[in-house]
């Protein structure tokens, strides 16, 4: 599993979101838009899981799995040079874990980014 690099601040989730590129997926909900600088041949991921997962508990353990999924999925078939940020939603925290990647792998084929 490598680690892929990181969307830390807001500015940078919000332009992801105005985009309006994303595909909804029982397990979670996968936006994604061009990277802004042109150059940049590596990916960024972001994670976010609101109040509607659940409790902080719920919330964190649902961040813990869209990791471990896009740390196992990503680096070998999502396309370079993209943003992406992936929302989890209530099902993230009991969907079974082959489950959860194979929604994340729809997403890349869906958005056409999968390679």
């Not at 509607?52 to 196992?72: D, S």
Request: charged share 25%; hydrophobic share 45%; net charge positive.
């Amino acid at each position: 599993m490598v680690a892929m690099a990181r969307l830390t601040r807001r500015a940078e989730f919000l332009r992801v979101a105005d985009s309006r590129r994303k595909c909804v997926t029982p397990g979670l909900i996968l936006q994604a838009v061009p990277c802004a600088n042109a150059t940049a041949a590596e990916s960024r991921v972001g994670f976010t899981a609101s109040r509607k997962v659940g409790i902080a508990v719920e919330r964190n353990r649902a961040r813990r799995r869209l990791k471990a999924a896009v740390a196992a999925t990503m680096p070998l078939h999502a396309a370079a040079g993209h943003d992406y940020v992936l929302i989890a939603r209530v099902e993230t925290v009991r969907r079974p874990y082959a489950e959860l990647v194979g929604d994340l792998e729809t997403g890349l084929k869906r958005l056409g980014l999968w390679r």
